[in-house]
């Protein structure tokens, strides 16, 4: 994994790995000489332990069941896999689970051509709907850009931060996807597009791809009416798609500029160039430093400019007083026709082509299902011509590179194991089975994070992986068990059915104990993360929900699945018996 899941992810990955790096060292260095220190005397034989007879009890009926019928037992659970398609069909798709940061992002998007009064009265009205919620403690905002050159936000673009009470002052039932709801519904205002999204995921995603929504549309292009048009028609077309809370494509045009077009003859009659003129509207709209203030061992700039209503003024700008070298007194429509153009707010620029962005909020809906819709309603409403191109930004681009990298590493990684398993069993059907026996320990984490309404994500998928890894590990121990009590059996010269009947009951009920205390030390772990609440939970979670659901099939499989493909294994390659009778010689051959 790379990006952000790679920087999230690693680390679980490396502690892990050394982990079970270092158990594996101690088993076999530390746990013998400790063994021999502290366990002497009388050892209890595990029979009579009340629980593991109570487990043998239990398992011991069901698995002469299997025996009995094991094709039966393959085909029930053939079913049971396939039924496991229904749910995994129903499951969406998300890169990362929505974190909790506690406190929320409004940050609307207006029309542009906003002046600067407009701006704060939207924001203060934007401000005061907000504060009506009585779990808002605080609301600050912001429009337009920062002093800072890494903040290209347009005077349209509104960032407010809204700071919500402790949990314990909420009402009851209140959660935070109710309140964006709520806030949704109450924040209503002409001209303005509702975004929700958490503060720092939303800084990560707007750095990484300049998106501020979980789904961005880039167009792609040459020319800025025909992007606008494209723009517009998404737009259009995305506001129906079940789940979209809001669309909003910029505008490319509607920025009012003022256009000062300098009558070169006529100040050249003043005695006065090109930037000559230049310097006084610089000077005058823009602003010029005239000094710097010093104050302890900070300098500050003295910046000097026109007041705010002469420079909003088109009639005001055409009346600047000038004096030329000459001492010529005149004012700037005297050499300079100023008059108030049309052209683009904003111009944006990737891969060195014009591009258009289009802003969709999705709530109430997974995101891959939401894309996919909106892929096939664009295809199918917008025409894109010759030259133009239409990408998908976001966390959806996020989806996107982080399930190809998977379908890279997971085939690769399934590999590996089974060369390792090869090396271990020295037979390809052996090896096999234990891999064909992975999909059916992933049945229930499928089901459960169905029933727990959970998408999935790069979280669960780490999860399965973590899963299928366990579940490997248990077939790994079942069939070695049933493999040396068979091994057994044939050194003493038991080859019958009912030799490998027996061994295979021998086999399978030693591992009942082990079965059972590895999973209960795993759900001991796994269930307090999912009881567990706080920022970074939701991550936690959808990690832990496949290893809940799969020790519940994965240990079935083991112990039921796996003896029974062991016995159809064996029983087809038990030796045909030899018949006693001696050998008949031809009478030619007597004589």
């Known amino acids: 994994l790379e990006a952000q899941e790679g920087r999230l992810f690693a680390p679980l990955a490396f502690t892990k790995t050394y982990a079970m790096a270092a158990a594996a060292g101690l088993s076999v260095t530390l746990i013998p000489v400790l063994m021999g220190y502290l366990i002497r005397g009388r050892i209890p034989d595990e029979k009579t332990n009340p629980l593991n007879r109570l487990l043998i009890a239990m398992y011991r009926p069901l698995l002469d069941y299997v025996l009995a019928w094991p094709k039966l037992t393959l085909a029930f659970a053939a079913v049971i896999l396939g039924l496991s398609v229904w749910p995994l069909q129903h499951i969406g798709g998300e890169f990362m689970p929505r974190l909790d940061e506690g406190d929320i992002l409004y940050m609307p998007s207006a029309l542009p051509g906003l002046s600067a009064g407009k701006a704060a009265e939207l924001l203060q009205q934007t401000d005061r709907l907000i504060k009506t919620v009585p779990e808002v403690l605080s609301v600050y905002g912001k429009a337009g850009r920062a002093e800072t050159a890494t903040d290209p936000a347009p005077m349209e673009m509104f960032e407010t931060t809204i700071q919500f009470k402790p949990r314990d002052q909420w009402r009851p039932g209140m959660t935070q996807d109710k309140l964006v709801d709520e806030l949704d519904r109450i924040v209503k205002v002409p001209g303005l597009a509702n975004i929700w999204v958490p503060p720092i995921r939303n800084r990560i995603d707007m750095l990484a791809t300049g998106i501020k929504s979980p789904v961005g549309v880039k167009v792609a292009g040459t020319d800025l009416a025909v992007i606008d048009r494209i723009t517009g028609d998404i737009e259009r077309a995305l506001k129906d798609v079940p789940g979209v809370s809001s669309a909003l494509a910029e505008r490319l045009t509607g920025g009012r500029y003022v ?258 205390m590895t999973v209960a030390v795993i759900l001991a772990g796994l269930f307090p993360i999912m009881w567990g609440s706080g920022t970074g939970s939701e991550v936690m979670q959808r990690i832990a929900a496949p290893m809940v659901g799969g020790m519940i099939t994965a240990p079935l499989l083991s112990m039921f699945v796996v003896p029974a493909v062991y016995l159809l294994m064996r029983r087809r390659r038990e030796p045909p018996r030899t018949s006693l009778a001696p050998e008949t010689v031809p009478a030619s051959a007597s004589t």
Do not use: C
Not at 425 to 436: G, W, Y
């Open 259 to 516: 256009d000062v077009n300098i009558r070169r003859d006529d100040a050249a009659r003043f005695g006065m160039n090109i930037a000559d003129v230049q310097s006084v509207i610089t000077a005058a709209v823009g602003g010029d430093n005239i000094g710097e203030t010093v104050e302890g061992l900070q300098r500050f700039p003295i910046s000097v400019r026109y007041p705010r209503e002469i420079r909003d003024s088109l009639e005001k700008i055409r009346k600047l007083p000038i004096v030329s070298e000459r001492g010529a007194r005149l004012v700037l429509s005297d050499v300079a026709d100023i008059r108030v153009t049309d052209g683009p707010p904003m111009l944006r620029s990737e891969n060195a082509r014009l591009s258009g962005w289009v802003y969709v909020d999705i709530r109430g809906r997974d995101l891959r299902s939401a894309v996919q819709d909106m892929q096939k309603i664009v295809s199918e409403k917008v025409i894109l011509p010759a030259g133009y191109s239409v990408s998908w930004s976001g966390q959806f681009e996020f989806l996107e590179r982080a399930t190809a990298k998977l379908k890279v590493v997971v085939p690769f990684t399934l590999l590996i194991i089974l060369v390792l398993l090869y090396l271990t069993f020295k037979r390809m059907d052996e090896a096999v089975l234990i891999m064909a026996t992975l999909p059916f320990a992933l049945v229930g984490g499928i089901w459960l994070l169905y029933l727990l309404d959970y998408n999935l994500s790069v979280a669960g998928a780490v999860g399965f992986i973590a899963l299928a890894a366990v579940s490997a590990e248990f077939g790994v121990i079942m069939l070695l068990y049933l493999k040396h009590a068979w091994d057994e059996r044939v050194a003493q010269g038991k080859t019958g059915n009912e030799d490998l009947l027996d061994a295979i009951r021998e086999g399978a009920v030693l591992r009942v104990r082990p079965k059972a």
